[in-house]
Structure formats: C-alpha cells, structure tokens
C-alpha cells in the first residue's frame, strides 16, 4: 500500500490512533509494581496480585536452595516453561503439584493453600511491566507489536 493512495481521512486518523496507542504505552508502564522483585525476574516485576506475598516467599525458598526452575521441574514432574510460569503467577497448580513443590522447597501445606487458594486463577500477563526492560523481552513485544495484527 502506498501512502499516497490512502484518503485524507485515513491520513488524519493515522496521527490520532498513534497518539492514542502512546497515551495507553504511558499508563501501562505507570502501573505499579514490586521494586525488589524487578531484579529476580529478569526486567519483568510482578505486580500487586492475590499471591504477590506467596510468590514472593516461592522465590526466596528457590534461592535459598539454589535450585534452577529446571531442577524444580524435574522433581515435581513438570516443564521448565511451566514452573517458572507457576513461579510468576502465571500458571494454576494442581494439589499433586503444590504437595511435590512443598517436598522441594520446605513449604508446607497449608502455606499454599492459602497461597494459592481453590479460587486462584491465573492472569495471563497481569502485574507484567510494558513495555519491558529486559533487551530479549522488548524485542519479543517489538515483534508482536509490529507484526501480530498483520499475522
């Protein structure tokens, strides 16, 4: 499509929709978010959540053990991409999972069921800042913010 064969009209919104798209940029990166967690996860803070203190608390017992998500994953019987994804809030644990991940890191039970209560459900992309500070993460969210309507 050339820019010349768009229509005044078109030409006048183009302005308007990217000042908007920038004005939401701006609120979405304002959003609150945990300052202590920015560094362990990698640019990507979580922010305030139903399981922000729990998850805070599953971090710490993770690094206290000096355990890798991938070595968590393997002891309780899950992908890596998963348990990490559980570790950011990201994902909903079965019983089975929460018993096996008590057994690694020290937790007991009713720790998490109250950290993860039979209500929980995952926000997919909650609490996640946007756009990212991580250079890898920004790259990813470049490439669907320029390419993901056309796909």
Request: glycine content about 6%; hydrophobic content about 40%; cysteine-free.
């Amino acid at each position: 499509m050339n820019i010349r064969s768009l229509s005044p009209l078109t030409l006048s919104v183009i302005p308007r929709v990217s000042q908007q798209l920038s004005a939401r940029s701006r609120l979405l990166a304002a959003r609150p978010a945990l300052p202590d967690l920015h560094r362990k996860y990698h640019g990507a803070p979580i922010g305030q959540h139903q399981t922000t203190e729990f998850l805070k608390r599953l971090v710490d017992a993770k690094e206290s053990k000096e355990l890798s998500f991938g070595e968590i994953a393997k002891r309780i019987g899950r992908s890596e991409v998963w348990t990490a994804a559980l570790f950011y809030g990201q994902a909903k644990p079965e019983q089975i999972d929460l018993n096996k991940l008590g057994e690694v890191l020290d937790i007991a039970e009713q720790d998490f069921k109250k950290g993860f209560p039979k209500s929980f459900f995952p926000i997919r992309g909650a609490g996640l800042q946007i756009p990212p500070t991580d250079p890898l993460m920004y790259r990813l969210y470049e490439f669907l913010i320029v390419y993901g309507f056309p796909l």
